[in-house]
């Protein structure tokens, strides 16, 4: 199973993005989808995740700015990011919760980090 993160970039404060993520591979159901974030200095921190039947999770500094979404069909979970200020400036990392079997368990996987940069 491969995550393959995109739409990373610079861009100005107040500005958007949007971060794509699609999962490859052995893949026979995902179960939560989310994205982390990482500053230098800091643990890998949640920004927001999204279960299968569609519930989303939010960290506090993101709520009404970031929106959450996947595409079922196309494995692929993406994070709207809009008003962006500095304090969002971080490398983003996809996650995925995937069984690759029916009879297969759960498992953790990683995408490989996309920089954010917010310049004011």
């Known amino acids: 199973v491969q995550l393959q993160a995109s739409g990373g970039g610079l861009v100005q404060v107040g500005g958007s993005l949007r971060l794509s993520c699609a999962v490859s591979g052995s893949v026979f159901a995902i179960q939560n989808m989310g994205w982390y974030s990482r500053t230098p200095g800091r643990q890998r921190e949640l920004v927001a995740r999204i279960i299968s039947g569609g519930s989303t999770d939010y960290a506090d500094s993101v709520k009404g700015r970031f929106t959450i979404s996947r595409d079922n069909a196309k494995n692929t979970v993406y994070l709207e990011m809009s008003s962006l200020i500095p304090e969002d400036t971080a490398v983003y990392y996809c996650?995925?919760?995937?069984?690759?079997?029916?009879?297969?368990?759960?498992?953790?996987?990683w995408g490989q980090g996309t920089l954010v940069t917010v310049s004011s």
């Open positions: 996650n995925a919760v995937v069984r690759s079997g029916p009879l297969r368990p759960f498992y953790d996987y």
